[in-house]
């Protein structure tokens, strides 16, 4: 990793050098905020964006997106793979770990999924150490932030007069270092000069080993009690930076037609609906139990990090206002 | 309206009745209330109700069709749950209906940024957040829903016992002009402002599952055989979600605005709501959860019913919606 400070001026001139990459950052339109491109005159002087409404995740693994298309009688096509180059500037730290979790799915299992490796190839994802906490953020009690690198290729430290940069993309740290001041070779993240982030007592989750979630399966009164007031909607997992389920269909027209990909949620009963009308999932409570356990029992146990991410989404949108922390909070009650 | 009112008649209806569980609030730690499930007479401390409520509480009726059941109602939930028994999805004897007042709900969406904010107390026509020890009044009205600014029944329609309290007057309008505005726009400039809005659409079926009317054990939109409509995102394809949705709450909906306030996206489905509601008005003088008893506009044939769509009738000429 290599640790560059670079005068305020000096980092956006050196953004210049990412001509050939599309720029991206979070910018509200309305009553959201969205990844949009913009150009580099538009980029505000403090650096600082809101969260997306939605998660990083749709910049890798889109909501839709065309695998193959068909013809009766001819062999599949593949749509060309997208090669346009990205940087995204101004995710945060929460936003990086989720695709942390992403990759080890997408990519460190087999078969490596060609579309989304395409994407990450191409993708260079700045993120900025958070300069303030959002409505209902916790990545602060489970420790990953919020001036942490996760799964991002760089993460930037307003240092005030100065800008930090911590990368461990050799694109980004090549193209940076001609700018900088000052720069040099680190082992450890928390070796850095990360200027002021904002600290708080964070609020102690208890949260367990992915084994003691795991004995926690049969539990049917505690998954009964969180899923209670829960309405069956997606809102929770498309919102979240680690749902990574999708559901293919073929969308078709006469003789010829296209597979799509498309985010499908654990919380729809369709999800596990058998062909012979059976569902081994046929009730909130089932579901529940999936979601939860695969965020804090399967993707540790598998992966060894977190399946949540703290960034608060689930909780701001959910309209029959669960909060993941108390749930969190009353699974930990059950421990054997 | 006074706390231990509130939480004393629920007690006593829950032992009069015999309930299995009430359908309430709580308050979460930010001080908004969210939607509870009470199983017991001594948990019944815990319920609350106040205008951070948001979630029509009917919608989880179906659910409970073997089960006695009390429930929270404002005027919108005192409604839908007339429609629920209408329809025939729950029985009038398996609810008990606890009327409360209600003065609108706020539309959280409006208060924007509430990292670190808690809710702390409402006032006569006003409440307070606090943040950091500042505190900071506002106005309820300018914080409600529209669906609440456009209410005509706030206070229960039906109970079995009543909360008092003051509710807010019944008034029209607010969507009435919002509609007015948009039938003024040409059909594209008006189509266009739709497919924006449809855009916005992640398909979480969020407002399906908020809305006590959208009852179907299956949606049409879960259908692979024929299959309506593309699971995928598709501009079109949301039009669709949206615009069937809205012809099949054409008078059936009371404009509670739950599916409004449960979109994470903020698309605006009052508008066609209120509109498909207005044109069933105008053609049937039909407002539906008055009555119980009553059938449903679209689900009644009447001599003299307006039929101008197929040339003849008592109504011929007449637009509905002009």
Redesign the interface.
Known sequence: MLFLKLKRENFFQALGEFSEYALYVPRRE???VLLKETSLQDLPENLYFERT??SAKEILFP??ETLFYFKRYEPLERPKLEDRKKLVLGLRPCDAHGIQVLEDNFLNLEPVDVYFKRRRENTLLVTIACS??????FCDSLGLGPDRLNGADAIIYDLREAVGVLSRSAILSEKLKGYAFQFQEVENEDQVEKGEVPRRDPEQLPILSPEEYLALISEDKLWEKIS??C?????C???CPTCYCF?L?D?TYGPVGKR?R?Y??CM?G?YTLEASGHNPRPTLKERWRQRFLHKFSYIPFLEGILGCTGCGRCIE?C?????LR?VIKDVAKFKR | MRQDDLFLTCQKAFQERGLDLLLGYEKSSSGFLRPAVFTAPESLERISWDPSASLNLATYLPRFKSKKVGILAPGCVSRSIIILINEGQINREQVTIIGVPCRGLIEKRKLGDLEGVRLVEFRDESFVLEKENQRRELNLEDYLSESCLSCAYPAPVIYDYLIQGPSREGSKGFLEKRIKDLTRLSPEERLLYFKREAEKCIRCYACRQACPMCYCESCFVESSEPRWLQAAPEPVDNLIWLLTRVYHLAGRCVQCGSCSRACPEGVDLMSLLAWANQSVFELFQYQPGLKIGEKPALGEYRLEDPDFFWGGGQTEGKKCCS
């Open positions: 309305g009553e959201r409404t939605g909501q839709e303030q906490f959002e409505d209902n953020c209670s007031p309405l069956g909607c997606a809102s997992t498309y919102l559901d269909q969308v799509v498309t499908d949620s729809f369709l949108v309209p029959a206002g669960i909060d108390e």
